[in-house]
């Protein structure tokens, strides 16, 4: 069936430093959604790609969805110790009149101030 | 207004009992879904609600898992002789419409003993 693979599995960074998480799927998605879950909490949407090769910026986060609709990145510029929680990335299955998400396993952001 | 509701927000029950988890999605929307996470892991999908019918429930693990939406509004997942198994946090999200953003409510830790 349909599998999302992210990496990595937990990023321990430095306030101030740069931050990226990947996703892949393994079959071609009709969108992908990017969710943020804090520890304790649930997924809070942050954004959907739909268009191939689209980017899409949210102040310090930018999203790209791959020409092929396969892959997605989430870049985060000089992070903050707001910026820590799990970040999962979901590609939408939109056939067979379904809008289920597939989720990855999530990269955990821990930031160190 | 208000968001995702779900009850009880913990549950724990003896392996073998029954139990039903309950969510009231955000006023006016028409897709349900229901998914689990298991500790370290994303979100996996269980079944899709379009109003009252279950469009898509390829991800009930089993004949003990059952959910239901009678009115097209609330949603009461059911399982039958819980397993220890079945330890997890049961999400469920609403969208207006089965391609649109999915909003998460808060989940609901269940622990079968």
């Known amino acids: 069936g349909q599998q999302v693979m992210q990496i990595p599995q937990y990023q321990h960074v430095q306030e101030g430093e740069d931050f990226t998480t990947y996703c892949n799927s393994s079959?071609?998605?009709?969108?992908i959604q990017w969710y943020k879950q804090r520890p304790g909490g649930h997924p809070v949407f942050l954004i959907q790609l739909v268009k191939s090769g689209e980017v899409k910026k949210q102040k310090r986060l930018t999203f790209q969805f791959g020409e092929a609709k396969k892959n997605s990145s989430l870049h985060i510029t000089a992070t903050q110790t707001t910026d820590v929680g799990t970040y999962f990335c979901a590609g939408q299955d939109r056939s067979g009149n379904t809008g289920k998400l597939i989720f990855g396993q999530g990269t955990t952001l821990q930031v160190k101030p | 207004g208000a968001g995702v509701s779900q009850t009880p927000s913990n549950k724990v029950t003896e392996k073998g009992k029954y139990v039903e988890l309950r969510c009231d999605p955000i006023?006016?929307?028409?897709?349900l879904y229901w998914y689990r996470q298991s500790l370290g892991q994303g979100p996996e999908f269980l079944i899709y609600?379009?109003?009252?019918?279950?469009?898509?429930d390829s991800g009930l693990p089993n004949d003990r898992f059952f959910a239901v939406r009678p009115e097209g509004s609330v949603s009461t997942l059911k399982i039958q002789r819980t397993e220890r198994g079945d330890s997890a946090v049961y999400l469920c999200?609403?969208?207006?419409?089965?391609?649109?953003?999915?909003?998460f409510g808060p989940g609901t830790r269940l622990t079968v003993l």
């Open positions: 006023s006016g929307h028409t897709a």
């Open positions: 609600f379009q109003g009252t019918g279950a469009a898509d």
């Open positions: 999200a609403s969208s207006d419409g089965w391609g649109d953003t999915q909003y």
């Open positions: 079959t071609t998605l009709s969108n």
